[in-house]
T-cell receptor
Framework: GAVVSQHPSWVICKSGTSVKIECRSLDFQATTMFWYRQFPKQSLMLMAT?????????EQGVEKDKFLINHASLTLSTLTVTSAHPEDSSFYICSARDSSYSNQPQHFGDGTRLSIL | SQQGEEDPQALSIQEGENATMNCSYKTSINNLQWYRQNSGRGLVHLILIRSNEREKHSGRLRVTLDTSKKSSSLLITASRAADTASYFCATDLGITPLVFGKGTRLSVIA
């Protein structure tokens, strides 16, 4: 079945570091990918919609300069957390949907746990 | 903003029992999807039910959809310890991203 690969799965870094997270659709094309953030024991909150070849669409309250999204190909989207601070520590999950069909489920990566010291 | 609301927020049952989770939503939908999330992992898609469908089965899972009440239920029969996870419903409006509910944390005790 369709698979989405997310890398890295765990990052621990110092405050002020920029961290890049990759999301790849392995066996289908995804013109649109989604980035979510999840706090412990809470639901997924959509951060932004990543559109291949164009600018991402950010949800209200999400800083576009803080969370840079690049979707350069039909199988890869990246999220860069710039100058990360402890409050950015969270679980980040990407997902993608096969562009070829309607009424299809979203496929999720395994998530990236980001810990900023 | 979240559209789906799961009920209950937490559920603890014995292995072998059935588990029922409910989801309510607010707007018209194209389909409704149920996902499972194990602790610290991504989401696994379980079932997608379209707006013109009323019931769908997949193994030990049964999903119902009542569009007049804007509600759905997920039934897990003969639960196993491995079913312990959080379960989320998500509504698909067609062109917009999925909107997730708060989830139900299911604990199946062996």
């Amino acid at each position: 079945g369709a698979v989405v690969s997310q890398h890295p799965s765990w990052v621990i870094c110092k405050s002020g570091t920029s961290v890049k997270i990759e999301c790849r659709s392995l066996d289908f094309q995804a013109t649109t990918m989604f980035w979510y953030r999840q706090f412990p024991k809470q639901s997924l909150m959509l951060m932004a919609t990543s559109n291949e070849g164009s600018k991402a669409t950010y949800e209200q309250g999400v800083e576009k300069d803080k969370f840079l999204i690049n979707h350069a190909s039909l199988t890869l989207s990246t999220l860069t957390v710039t100058s990360a601070h402890p409050e950015d520590s969270s679980f980040y999950i990407c997902s993608a949907r096969d562009s070829s069909y309607s009424n299809q489920p979203q496929h999720f990566g395994d998530g990236t746990r980001l810990s900023i010291l | 903003s979240q559209q789906g609301e799961e009920d209950p927020q937490a559920l603890s049952i014995q292995e072998g029992e059935n588990a029922t989770m409910n989801c309510s939503y607010k707007t018209s939908i194209n389909n409704l999807q149920w996902y499972r999330q194990n602790s610290g992992r991504g989401l696994v898609h379980l079932i997608l039910i379209r707006s013109n469908e009323r019931e769908k089965h997949s193994g030990r899972l049964r999903v119902t959809l009542d569009t007049s009440k804007k509600s759905s239920s997920l039934l897990i029969t003969a639960s196993r310890a491995a079913d312990t996870a959080s379960y989320f419903c998500a509504t698909d409006l067609g062109i917009t991203p999925l909107v997730f509910g708060k989830g139900t944390r299911l604990s199946v005790i062996a």
